[in-house]
């Protein structure tokens, strides 16, 4: 089972940029799918972006697109969450997560087995 750790929240300002980190171990990384997940105060968890074991197909959320990218380090089992021009709707909890190869396929939370703790973000003025 592959642990899964979250870095890199924070309280940031609108138009700022930030970068998360999750850093995976105990699993065969360079197979795994990866996603970012998030969720807002009073809100529910909402699919960020997601990338397959071979950078081939990433995929994110209408919200983020063109803001954020992700990326996968396989040689440092690390996964990235490129974010900028960052907004207040961006604010919550973020949730790295692992899955199959086969979950990019179909990228909800339900299909990802492994997730970290999570990292909480502010955006504030």
């Known amino acids: 089972q592959v642990q899964l750790v979250e870095s890199g929240g924070g309280l940031v300002r609108p138009g700022d940029s930030l970068r998360l980190s999750c850093a995976a171990s105990g699993g065969t990384f360079t197979t795994l799918t990866f996603g970012w997940f998030r969720q807002g105060p009073g809100k529910e968890g909402e699919f960020v972006a997601t990338i397959d074991w071979q950078d081939r197909t990433i995929l994110y959320s209408d919200s983020v697109k063109g803001r954020f990218s992700i990326t996968r380090d396989n040689g440092k089992n690390m996964v990235y969450l490129q974010r900028n021009n960052i907004q207040f709707h961006d604010t919550g909890v973020y949730y790295c997560?692992?899955?199959?190869?086969?979950?990019?396929?179909?990228?909800?939370?339900?299909?990802?087995?492994?997730w970290g703790q999570g990292t909480l973000f502010i955006v504030s003025p």
């Open positions: 997560g692992a899955g199959s190869g086969t979950t990019i396929l179909i990228p909800r939370s339900c299909r990802y087995y492994s």
